[in-house]
C-alpha cells in the first residue's frame, strides 16, 4: 500500500514535469486564461493519478493524451 502510493507519487511528478516542459516556457504575464486553466486541470489530474489506486494509471495518461489532443487541435484553429 505504502510503496504503491509512493510510486504512483513519482509517477505523477514525472508526468507533470514532462507535460510541462512540452507545454513550454512562458513568463506568468504571457499566459492566457485558456493556459490557466489547462495548467489546473493537468495539476488536477496529476494530483489523481498520486492518490489513485495503480490500476487507474493508465486511465489518467490515456486522458492527459486527450488533453493535449484537444490542446493541439484548438491552437491550430486559433
Known amino acids: 500500500m505504502i510503496l504503491e502510493t509512493i ?3 513519482v509517477s505523477s511528478i514525472i508526468v507533470l514535469c514532462i507535460t ?3 507545454w513550454g ?3 506568468i504575464k504571457h499566459l492566457t486564461l485558456y493556459d490557466y486553466v ?3 486541470t ?3 489530474i496529476a494530483a489523481k493519478m498520486a492518490t ?3 490500476d487507474q494509471f493508465a486511465v489518467m495518461l490515456s486522458i492527459i493524451a486527450i488533453y493535449w489532443i484537444a490542446i493541439l487541435i484548438i491552437r491550430k484553429r486559433t
Open 7 to 9: 510510486v504512483m507519487a
Open 20 to 22: 510541462v516542459k512540452l
Open 25 to 27: 516556457n512562458k513568463e
Open 38 to 40: 489547462i495548467g489546473i
Open 42 to 44: 493537468f495539476c488536477l
Open 52 to 54: 489513485g489506486p495503480l
